[in-house]
């Protein structure tokens, strides 16, 4: 079958660093996506890995090896706006295949 | 603004009636997609486009949804007779073909079916 699987929340504090898992399992794979969402809003690009190893943009990373079917998403110097929802995807021939969310929340 | 934008915002509507929304893309964009998210889940694949031209589907969607994109440019997605199952965020993305594909989404309508 396909499917995604990541933790379903995260508790972190301002300033630290937290890495989001994803494990995956689907028979057509072209590249593993995060994306951002805040309550009530739209789901919002971050990173996208199509080939094993890191992506660095700003404060975020991410991280794929598809030999192990595992990436992750890690934010550093949290603020207090990262506290939202964050989704890994993966690319299948065009659509996207969203994992059921991690919900991180940024304390003080 | 040139991101993508839906219309309406917010629908409610009576479990029986017919529902239209539509989407406008990024204008270079070539693939529109159509996505429903309900609370505490991940976006869930509807359909998409290329161009004018509908290339999947998913099985879930059930007879009562249809889509269209008759030129290419703005997309609606209609539900007919609807269920309270139906209420839901519906989400549209647009992307260009080829390269990362990255998928960039419109602000969503939400759809109450009391």
């Known amino acids: 079958g396909q499917s995604l699987e990541q933790p379903s929340e995260v508790t972190a504090v301002e300033g630290a660093i937290v890495q989001i898992n994803c494990t995956y399992q689907?028979?057509?794979?072209?590249?593993l996506s995060w994306y951002q969402q805040h309550d009530g809003g739209a789901p919002t690009f971050l990173s996208y890995?199509?080939?094993?190893g890191l992506e660095e943009t700003g404060r975020f990373s991410s991280f794929l090896s598809r030999s192990d079917s595992y990436g992750y998403l890690l934010l550093q110097e949290l603020q207090m706006k990262d506290s939202a929802s964050y989704f890994c995807?993966?690319?299948?021939?065009?659509?996207?295949?969203f994992g059921q969310g991690t919900e991180l929340s940024v304390k003080p | 603004d040139t991101g993508v934008s839906q219309d309406p915002r917010h629908k409610i509507t009576k479990r029986g009636q017919n529902v239209t929304f539509r989407c406008d893309p990024i204008?270079?964009?070539?693939?529109l997609y159509w996505y429903r998210q309900t609370l505490g889940q991940g976006p869930e694949f509807l359909t998409y486009?290329?161009?004018?031209?509908?290339?999947?589907k998913s099985r879930l969607l059930s007879d009562r949804f249809s889509a269209e994109r008759p030129k290419g440019s703005f997309s609606t997605l209609e539900i007919q007779r609807t269920e309270q199952g139906d209420s839901a965020m519906y989400l549209c993305?647009?992307?260009?073909?080829?390269?990362?594909?990255?998928?960039?989404f419109g602000p969503g309508t939400r759809l109450t079916v009391l």
């Open positions: 993305a647009s992307s260009l073909a080829g390269g990362p594909d990255t998928q960039y």
């Open positions: 689907t028979s057509g794979f072209y590249g």
């Open positions: 890995n199509a080939l094993d």
């Open positions: 995807a993966y690319n299948q021939g065009g659509k996207l295949i």
């Open positions: 204008s270079e964009h070539n693939r």
């Open positions: 486009f290329q161009n004018e031209a509908q290339l999947e």
